[in-house]
T-cell receptor, first 115, second 113 residues
Framework: AQTVTQSQPEMSVQEAETVTLSCTYDTSESNYYLFWYKQPPSRQMILVIRQEAYKQQNATENRFSVNFQKAAKSFSLKISDSQLGDTAMYFCAFFAMEYGNKLVFGAGTILRVKS | EAEVAQSPRYKITEKSQAVAFWCDPISGHATLYWYRQILGQGPELLVQFQDESVVDDSQLPKDRFSAERLKGVDSTLKIQPAELGDSAMYLC???????????FGSGTRLTVV
């Protein structure tokens, strides 16, 4: 079975600073995708960033970037220049076509950005 | 921008009563998922449809939960009878063919009292 582990239940960061959220996963698949989703309070889940396992280059989307370490099965999210609107629950998720075409989520990390 | 519609947004029901949730995916999205998200935890898949067929319902408590997608478009998830432990957010998502083409609805927050 594929598992996704987020070991930080809660994190806080000062506005304009940088924060890194951790995620590790376990799989025997060679072709898979990893995602970070953001779920603001009482709002819907939205995609922040994605990484294809076959790509060595780390994905970047504006202030969001990942550190993908395939051998270590690690997939961390770095948020630069944190903004108050980044306050949300962040979920790491795994997807493999050979594993049923479904997202498997971690338990989530609550991120609070303080002014 | 196209959205996944879910209703109701909130539902309070008494233990042992029946409750139903509705989801209308984005037009053309053949794959539809129902996830359950207990407060403070990550979503867990309950059932996955490909068009009108169930692809995966291995985690669906079939003694009390049922799901259907009769015409391969909208879907209904039912719980009968509801138990206190069913209190959670029920998320619907749909996907086109692309791996990253998931879109989530706003969810139905169920409270069983």
């Amino acid at each position: 079975a594929q598992t996704v582990t987020q070991s930080q239940p809660e994190m806080s960061v000062q506005e304009a600073e940088t924060v890194t959220l951790s995620c590790t996963y376990d799989t025997s698949e060679s072709n898979y995708y990893l995602f970070w989703y953001k779920q603001p309070p009482s709002r819907q889940m939205i995609l922040v960033i994605r990484q294809e396992a076959y790509k060595q280059q780390n994905a970047t989307e504006n202030r969001f970037s990942v550190n993908f370490q395939k051998a270590a099965k690690s997939f961390s999210l770095k948020i630069s220049d944190s903004q108050l609107g980044d306050t949300a629950m962040y979920f790491c998720a795994f997807f493999a076509m050979e594993y049923g075409n479904k997202l498997v989520f971690g338990a989530g990390t609550i991120l609070r950005v303080k002014s | 921008e196209a959205e996944v519609a879910q209703s109701p947004r909130y539902k309070i029901t008494e233990k042992s009563q029946a409750v139903a949730f509705w989801c209308d995916p984005i037009s053309g999205h053949a794959t539809l998922y129902w996830y359950r998200q207990i407060l403070g935890q990550g979503p867990e898949l309950l059932v996955q449809f490909q068009d009108e067929s169930v692809v995966d319902d291995s985690q669906l408590p079939k003694d009390r939960f049922s799901a259907e997608r009769l015409k391969g478009v909208d879907s209904t998830l039912k719980i009968q009878p509801a138990e206190l432990g069913d209190s959670a957010m029920y998320l619907c998502a749909s996907r086109r063919t692309e791996v990253y083409g998931y879109t989530f609805g706003s969810g139905t927050r169920l409270t069983v009292v």
